[in-house]
């Protein structure tokens, strides 16, 4: 069965940075590609950053464009995400997700993980 377990969340100033992980089960890792997702209460989940089974495509939010980078190390089936110069509405749990191409829309992905709680203060 397709696990996908989220990290390294957390509660963080205004301008600061995280690095999430997403590490996934399963010998086929290398075969899929894995989106970011966050999602707020009251809200649909909203894109935010996708990756190509190998790496040599990505595709970002506008919003988080020029601070996020999503990233992947197929030798230990994870799939990173630095966040830098966070901003207040970058509050959010944010999920991991898993689909056969690198698109921003959430019904395309068929796994996802249980989300990690990312809370930026100010």
């Known amino acids: 069965q397709v696990q996908l377990v989220e990290s390294g969340g957390g509660l963080v100033q205004a301008g600061g940075s995280l690095r999430l992980s997403c590490a996934a089960s399963g010998r086929t890792f290398n075969n899929y590609a894995i989106a970011w997702f966050r999602q707020t209460p009251g809200k649909d989940r909203e894109f935010v950053a996708a990756?190509?089974?190998?790496?040599?495509?990505?595709d970002y939010a506008d919003s988080v464009k020029d601070r996020f980078t999503i990233s992947r190390d197929n030798v230990k089936n994870t799939v990173y995400l630095q966040m830098n110069s966070l901003k207040f509405e970058d509050t959010a749990v944010y999920y991991c997700?898993?689909?056969?191409?690198?698109?921003?829309?959430?019904?395309?992905?068929?796994?996802w993980g249980q989300g990690t709680q990312v809370t930026v203060s100010s």
């Open positions: 997700a898993r689909a056969n191409y690198p698109v921003r829309y959430s019904g395309r992905y068929e796994y």
């Open positions: 990756i190509s089974s190998s790496g040599l495509t990505t």
